[in-house]
């Protein structure tokens, strides 16, 4: 932890995932294969292309979810935009990025990330979105995260619109130091980062007001977690189970 630095970094440099499971791996394997390969490769694979904060939660498996609502979910942070397109140009990334086909389903963008656009009070399926438009350090803060399904007495426009002016009132009234969103047809997903100066033992936070909102929904307070080792290390690997949540801890590349 003590190699640890601040650095901020701009709310449209994160690539927002959505991840769903090969109907082929059982919840054991699924979550074996993030444990020994995908999470920890994330990590150790993509320090030197430059990523800044990595954030993935494990929903495959917990009680009621839906299973149009994703398995696994993740906040990847990057330098920049240009930083992560860059990172293609290195074996190491067009490596690791083949490894998603043996975990998820990847056909027709079932499961995929991409980078957000500032909220202006209206929202596209599958387009994320920043709530607070300031650079912000997402691996040294507190993370709160929520992801939560369609009301089925709902169309999918309408959810959209309902969760388009929820999204509204916490960037009105509520003081946060980052805030990132996605909606599907059936699900949402939303990550907000606390204040660094709170002020109060109870920092202020949007997530009631999203609840509302949504039927099965699940919070997540992801676990600050280093990885002592390297890829040439003799290790097997992190314990990952449904419903784990993980706030990665690196040394970010030098030049950060």
Request: aromatic fraction near 10%; proline fraction near 8%; hydrophobic fraction near 40%.
């Amino acid at each position: 932890m003590s190699e640890r630095k601040s650095t901020l970094v701009r709310p449209d440099s994160v690539r927002v995932w959505r991840g769903f499971r090969l109907p082929a791996l059982t919840l054991d394997q699924f979550c074996s294969k993030l444990g020994t390969v995908f999470v920890p490769a994330t990590v150790k694979m993509q320090i030197a292309a430059g990523l800044e904060a990595y954030i993935p939660s494990i929903l495959a498996g917990l009680p009621g979810k839906p299973d149009s609502v994703p398995d696994e979910t993740a906040i990847l942070f990057w330098e920049s935009q240009e930083t992560y397109w860059n990172g293609f140009t290195r074996l190491a990334v067009r490596t690791y990025t083949l490894t998603h086909g043996g975990v998820y389903i990847t056909e027709n963008q079932k499961s995929r990330a991409d980078f957000p656009v500032l909220f202006a009070g209206a929202l596209s399926f599958d387009q994320p979105v920043y709530l607070i438009d300031r650079p912000a350090d997402w691996m040294c803060g507190v993370v709160s995260h929520v992801v939560g399904a369609r009301p089925t007495s709902q169309d999918p426009a309408t959810f959209c619109t309902e969760v388009a002016g929820a999204l509204g009132r916490i960037q009105k009234k509520v003081a946060l130091d980052g805030a990132i969103a996605c909606i599907g047809s059936d699900y949402l997903v939303y990550w907000e980062l606390a204040p660094s100066a709170p002020g109060s033992p109870h920092p202020p936070t949007g997530l009631p007001i999203l609840q509302r909102v949504l039927d099965w929904n699940r919070v997540f307070m992801p676990a600050p977690t280093f990885l002592p080792i390297g890829l040439w290390d003799e290790w097997a690997g992190m314990d990952v189970q449904s419903g784990s949540s993980f706030n990665m801890q690196f040394k970010r590349r030098e030049n950060s």
